[in-house]
């Protein structure tokens, strides 16, 4: 007989500043020893996944998050109107690096939306920086990232909750972390911001259903109190992911076990 270790992928949803909660699941996750061999993510998920690949520790994680503020990201002169992503890509290449994604420690997808033929591009390799920003270019608040022969924009409107990738690269247990569950709600206001962010909340409620069947777990943090496009409650947001996390640490550790047996007659004819 042989042991093989299970191939483990973690996967990161969108969630826009619900993004900050990561950091307790991370801080759960490394506590408890989980390995972590994959991580696919979108929008805020994407943007937390490269921190976590790049081996930025949640308490440094936490020490960045406190310096953000809301003016650092969305840096167009008129709130109202779609900012560059100039300052998602500033937070990134300041903390990690002006990197390709081929360079962080842990391999990494980071998922958008090409605006040019309305299909998602899972990003395996490429620059660090724009890639992340277009994939949390959320529709409305940021303006599209042009990169190569790409218009990029949030890669939720495609995938929200990017499972099937980690099934695709081969990943035995998949952990999906989902900070937006509540998406979908709709919306009684006929403003046009309020529809637009109601309609995009739509579009991610019906493909995320697709991340739920691929996942072996699914974990999702009560973050519904916290506003999607505020910074605040940084603390209660990490403390959520860090308590989500923990109550289903029983299963992560059921689902991963230490190795997955094989018989040695098997081995024997695969050579």
């Known amino acids: 007989m042989f042991f093989k270790k299970k191939k483990v992928g973690l996967v990161l949803s969108g969630g826009a500043t619900r993004g900050l909660s990561y950091i307790g699941v991370f801080q759960a996750l490394q506590e408890h020893h989980i390995p972590i061999d994959f991580v ?7 943007l937390a996944g490269a921190f976590f690949c790049a081996g930025i520790s949640p308490e440094k994680m936490t020490e960045i998050a406190k310096s953000i503020t809301v003016r650092s990201i969305k840096t ?11 300052g998602i890509q500033n937070i990134v290449r300041s903390h990690i690096g002006d990197i390709d994604i081929k360079e962080l420690k842990i391999p990494y997808c980071a998922v958008a939306t090409d605006m040019k033929k309305g299909e998602e591009v899972d990003f395996f390799k490429g620059e660090l920086a724009p890639i992340v920003a277009g994939s949390c270019c959320v529709p409305g608040y940021f303006s599209a ?3 190569e022969d790409y218009i990029l924009m949030d890669g939720g409107l495609q995938n929200t909750i990017p499972s099937r990738i980690a ?5 035995d247990v998949v952990i999906a972390i989902d ?15 309020d529809c637009l962010k109601a309609s995009i909340g739509i579009i991610l409620k019906t493909n ?7 996942a072996d777990l699914v974990i999702q943090p009560d973050l519904k109190k916290f506003r999607a496009t505020k910074l605040d409650g940084l603390e209660e947001m990490i403390a959520e992911g860090y308590r989500a996390t923990i109550e289903k640490m029983p299963q992560i550790k059921d689902l991963i076990g230490r190795y997955t047996l094989k018989s040695y007659e098997r081995k024997t004819k695969e050579e």
């Open 167 to 171: 099934r695709e690269v081969g990943c």
């Open 40 to 46: 696919a993510g979108t929008s805020a998920g994407a």
């Open 145 to 147: 990232v042009e990169y």
């Open 179 to 193: 900070i937006n569950s509540t998406r979908g709600g709709g919306t009684q206001s006929t403003k046009l911001l």
């Open 76 to 86: 167009g002169i008129l709130s109202i109107l779609p900012s560059k992503t100039d």
């Open 208 to 214: 995320a259903r697709e991340g739920y069947r691929y």
